[in-house]
């Protein structure tokens, strides 16, 4: 249920990246102010968490997971009926709350859920509704929309929200918070800890520059290589078994060189995003871009899971709002200025705005993680088996 529940949020956060063209078009807005749509989502998902967190550190992670995914179902439903876009991202933005605080708790759920030397297994497993929501859930939306309309696909996914929060309700047994995490705990433990100083500082660089290519990548293709709304969605289908093939390949190369491994990754993300820039114009160019999109982008945020935790094992649910707080600030600060970049100059300046990001944050590895650890920890979250 945990990992149905990701797959939930992940499609919900993400889902906009498939529809910018139709939701811009039917609310009268452009490209770039439709990717707001992203922006507001992450903005909320990553201040808001360590606040979050901390006020509901007492509350039954049960009973906080069901009232997440509630507001996941109304958030969904609002942005389908809205009759403007304001209301659409006033939506989002709340929905985005819950997004953060269910990335703080989720992994830490699953966890509990099984005996503790299964941990790590479990872990894996519920991130693997990432690679889910990517394979399936958005393209699958994307589809949707061109057999019906952007609203539709978005009531969907509402009724969807609906059987996960039921099902976590009957089978996810009572979990009393373990760990209470003051708010102060969460932004001082970067500033004395300067493993994971670095470690967020690298990631996020390659999730600014992913975002700000990504959540673009349909207007790129429509002007670029005259896609239709169903090679789109072909396109992140393959982008989408891409990352699952890729946090497979790292699940075991992280245990054997855990920087080694975010380097070929970071590096991977650099030559994905100016292959589709210089051959992305074709359909067999696009389709090797977006292959090798998805399995360097699936490979690293398996790494720089096991990197966040490997620098601060002492202190789970700090480390992980911290990744919280910088991850989803990146994705939405990474639409931002891809949406600045798309609308001045041009949705090709998105990309190469991605291309500069990616390419900083593989340099910043390079040059600061010759004193890290070069293999995850015996009990890493996120390495599968």
């Excluded at 989002?92 to 099984?114: D, S, T």
């Excluded at 500069?356 to 650890?373: D, F």
């Amino acid at each position: 249920m945990i990992t149905a529940s990701l797959f939930i949020f992940v499609t919900t956060e993400l889902m906009p990246v498939g529809l910018l063209t139709p939701v811009g078009a039917s609310l009268q807005v452009s490209v770039g102010v439709a990717g707001l749509m992203v922006t507001l989502y992450g903005v909320s998902a990553g201040l808001g968490v360590p606040f979050i967190v901390a006020w509901t550190r007492r509350v039954n992670r049960r009973v906080l997971l069901s009232a997440l995914l509630a507001v996941l179902v109304l958030g969904n439903l609002v942005t389908a009926v809205s009759p403007n876009y304001p209301l659409v991202l006033a939506a989002r933005l709340i929905m985005g709350f819950a997004n953060g605080v269910f990335w703080a708790i989720g992994v830490g759920m699953a966890m509990r859920l099984v005996p503790r030397r299964h941990a790590s297994r479990a872990a894996a497993v519920a991130l693997s509704g990432i690679s889910i929501a990517t394979v399936v859930g958005i393209p699958l939306g994307t589809f949707l929309e061109s057999l019906t309309d952007w609203r539709t696909t978005f009531l969907i996914w509402s009724g969807l929200g609906v059987l996960v929060l039921l099902a976590v309700a009957a089978v996810i047994p009572s979990l009393p918070s373990e760990n209470a995490v003051p708010v102060r705990e969460v932004f001082g433990l970067p500033i004395r800890n300067v493993r994971l100083r670095s470690v967020m500082f690298a990631v996020i660089l390659y999730v600014l520059g992913h975002f700000g290519a990504y959540t673009f990548v349909r207007p790129f293709m429509e002007d670029t290589a005259s896609a239709t709304p169903a090679f789109v969605a072909a396109l992140l289908i393959i982008y989408g078994v891409g990352g699952a093939a890729g946090n497979f390949i790292a699940g075991y190369t992280v245990n054997k060189s855990l920087r080694g491994s975010f380097v070929v990754a970071c590096a991977g993300l650099v030559v994905s995003l100016v292959l589709l820039l210089t051959i992305g114009h074709s359909q067999a160019g696009s389709i090797v871009s977006l292959a090798l999109w998805g399995v360097s982008f699936g490979a690293a945020n398996l790494c720089q899971i096991n990197m966040t935790l490997a620098a601060a094992p002492d202190t789970f649910e700090a480390a992980m709002s911290i990744n919280t707080l910088g991850y989803n600030t990146s994705i939405a600060l990474g639409a931002l200025f891809g949406g600045l970049f798309a609308d001045h100059l041009g949705v090709t300046s998105a990309v190469w705005f991605g291309v500069a990001l990616t390419a900083a944050s593989l340099l910043l590895t390079l040059a600061t993680g010759r004193k890290a650890p070069d293999a995850a920890p015996d009990a890493e979250l996120a390495g599968s088996r």
